[in-house]
């Protein structure tokens, strides 16, 4: 009797073992090995997809963000919670989501909305069924492209034309790059500046001399290696521009020294004659009221004394 007892317990035990095995078998994370791009304001997919065909409705997932000192529990979905499965962290509150009607199926991926600069990281997607339990660690890279780009003539320096390029919005940092007519990289000197605003989003500013006799022809190229996308404006420069070359600047400035001249002149007599008349009208009331004055003035004298 007890070997009976003893030889069921075994099968049990053998049994269980192949089940548990069974279970470890089938459930399986498929690793993700190249990293998520994410654009700055859409929405993208963090995979994590479970090598089976159907799971269990008492599945826990939890996704969280890695720190450099301290990890993030960005959302975390329980199965045997049926009435609130979903529980996210506030500082993602409404912009994460799971694909509920797939779970069942083995995708426990996360729909990260409105991505921002600082999404950017590593994410542990962890899963807990039963006895089992798996993790796999998802990359996201972020990127944005920003608005288009302009050219503007800042004025004369020296003999030449100042010329800046602008453009907003942009990570990481893009690379500028001025050229010719020809498609050719400018040889002028370059200054270029990324402003890094609170959103973490970068501003470009970046600034060239165009010399009288170079090619007139400016192209503005910012280029986002990550995206690999690039906006580009051009500019024309004509040569009656630059003060060196420009035939009616002499006159232009000679005209303008004489209009100024006569504004002053005439500036200057208007004001010769207010002052004169303002004399004239106040001799003539001091003649009218001398004697009044002088009881005033008599009058704040016994008040002092």
């Given at each position: 009797?007890?070997?009976?007892?003893?030889?069921?317990?075994?099968?049990?035990?053998?049994?269980?073992?192949?089940?548990?095995?069974?279970?470890?078998?089938?459930?399986?994370?498929?690793?993700?090995?190249?990293?998520?791009?994410?654009?700055?304001?859409?929405?993208?997919?963090?995979?994590?997809?479970?090598?089976?065909?159907?799971?269990?409705?008492?599945?826990?997932?939890?996704?969280?963000?890695?720190?450099n000192?301290?990890n993030?529990?960005?959302?975390?979905?329980?199965?045997k919670?049926?009435?609130?499965?979903?529980?996210e962290?506030?500082?993602?509150?409404?912009?994460?989501?799971?694909?509920?009607?797939?779970?069942?199926?083995?995708?426990?991926?996360?729909?990260?909305?409105?991505?921002?600069?600082?999404?950017?990281?590593?994410?542990?997607?962890?899963?807990s069924?039963?006895n089992?339990?798996?993790?796999?660690?998802?990359?996201?890279?972020?990127?944005?492209?920003?608005?288009?780009?302009?050219?503007?003539l800042?004025?004369y320096?020296?003999?030449?034309?100042?010329?800046?390029?602008?453009?907003?919005?942009?990570?990481?940092?893009?690379?500028?790059?001025?050229?010719?007519?020809k498609?050719?990289?400018?040889k002028?000197?370059?200054?270029?500046?990324?402003?890094?605003?609170?959103?973490?989003?970068?501003?470009?500013?970046?600034?060239m001399?165009?010399?009288?006799?170079?090619?007139?022809?400016v192209?503005?190229?910012?280029v986002?290696?990550?995206l690999?996308?690039?906006?580009?404006s051009?500019?024309?420069?004509?040569?009656?521009?630059?003060?060196?070359?420009?035939?009616?600047?002499?006159?232009?400035?000679?005209i303008?020294?004489?209009t100024?001249?006569?504004?002053?002149?005439?500036?200057?007599?208007?004001?010769?004659?207010?002052?004169?008349?303002?004399?004239?009208?106040?001799?003539?009331e001091?003649?009218?009221?001398?004697?009044?004055l002088s009881?005033?003035?008599?009058?704040?004298?016994?008040?002092?004394?």
């Amino acid at each position: 009797m007890a070997s009976r007892f003893q030889h069921a317990m075994i099968l049990h035990i053998i049994l269980f073992l192949q089940i548990v095995h069974l279970i470890k078998g089938q459930l399986r994370i498929i690793p993700s090995y190249e990293p998520v791009l994410g654009v700055v304001g859409k929405e993208v997919v963090l995979p994590c997809q479970l090598e089976a065909k159907a799971i269990s409705e008492g599945v826990l997932v939890q996704w969280t963000l890695i720190g450099n000192s301290l990890n993030t529990e960005v959302t975390t979905y329980d199965g045997k919670n049926a009435q609130n499965p979903v529980k996210e962290n506030k500082a993602y509150l409404g912009r994460t989501n799971f694909f509920q009607s797939e779970i069942n199926k083995g995708n426990l991926s996360l729909q990260l909305k409105n991505v921002v600069v600082s999404d950017k990281g590593k994410y542990i997607c962890s899963v807990s069924l039963e006895n089992w339990y798996d993790e796999v660690v998802v990359d996201l890279d972020v990127a944005a492209q920003g608005n288009e780009s302009a050219v503007h003539l800042d004025g004369y320096v020296d003999q030449g034309i100042g010329l800046t390029c602008k453009s907003h919005g942009w990570f990481p940092q893009p690379e500028v790059i001025w050229l010719d007519s020809k498609g050719q990289i400018r040889k002028e000197k370059v200054v270029t500046q990324n402003l890094q605003t609170s959103s973490g989003l970068f501003d470009v500013v970046s600034s060239m001399t165009l010399e009288p006799g170079s090619d007139m022809e400016v192209s503005c190229r910012i280029v986002n290696d990550v995206l690999n996308t690039a906006c580009e404006s051009r500019i024309l420069v004509l040569d009656v521009f630059f003060p060196s070359t420009s035939p009616w600047m002499t006159a232009f400035l000679v005209i303008t020294f004489c209009t100024m001249a006569v504004i002053a002149a005439i500036g200057y007599k208007l004001k010769i004659n207010c002052t004169r008349r303002q004399k004239e009208e106040t001799t003539d009331e001091l003649k009218k009221g001398k004697y009044f004055l002088s009881s005033i003035n008599r009058c704040d004298h016994r008040e002092q004394i």
